[in-house]
């Protein structure tokens, strides 16, 4: 599975945004999650496989952590559609103009 495939599921997006502020074990994602410990074992699966989480062992339990260079792979895909997404903000911003400024 590739990243972007991994992260079309919103729990696995919020999986990493709760990473992005260090790294933790599976059982302080679980409440915040609202999931099952197994449920949340199976997206950080999914992550892990994608390459955008990693591992490491603390004694009895795994910390999980984000992996930033997949996430710079997407952006750097990402990167030619912005032009795309700016420009229809400066006509939708364009347009805004000229009819307020006709309604006045």
């Known amino acids: 599975m590739t990243a ?19 790294e933790r074990p599976v059982g302080s994602l679980v409440r915040p999650l609202s999931l099952t410990q197994p449920a949340v074992s199976k997206h950080l699966r ?24 997949p996430l710079a792979d997407l952006d750097a895909w990402l990167a030619p559609y912005r032009s795309l997404w700016a420009d229809r903000l400066d006509q939708l911003g364009a347009h805004v103009a000229r009819t307020t400024k006709g309604a006045r």
């Open 4 to 22: 972007i495939e991994a992260l079309a599921e919103p729990n696995r997006r919020r999986i990493l945004d709760l990473l992005r502020q260090g």
């Open 46 to 69: 999914v992550l892990k496989d994608a390459g955008l989480v990693e591992v490491r062992p603390d004694g009895q339990r795994r910390l999980y952590r984000v992996r930033p260079e």
